[in-house]
């Protein structure tokens, strides 16, 4: 996340948990806006939130199904959650 600039928007494709907090804190230390995204919505509807608020990367967890973003072209950050 490193060449993200500050105010771009940054999606989070995680469980409610501490990694969501995490993630939430640390791009909100950046200066940017995070975009919670909800890991029970159907796939179209995870691309249209990430198409829509044009985030410049994507913070997820290795558990999520890859599927759900796969047409995603930005920057991918996945975490491993224990």
Do not use: W
Not at 24 to 45: A, E, F, T, W
């Amino acid at each position: 996340l490193q060449k993200i600039p500050r105010g771009e928007c940054v999606a989070i494709l995680v469980e409610r948990s501490v990694e969501f907090i995490a993630a939430m804190l640390g791009i909100l230390k950046k200066g940017c806006v995070y975009v919670p995204i909800d890991v029970l919505y159907p796939q179209k509807r995870v691309e249209y939130i990430l198409q829509d608020s044009k985030a410049q990367a994507l913070i997820t967890t290795t558990t999520i199904r890859k599927d759900l973003y796969s047409s995603y072209k930005g920057e991918v950050l996945s975490i491993n959650c224990n």
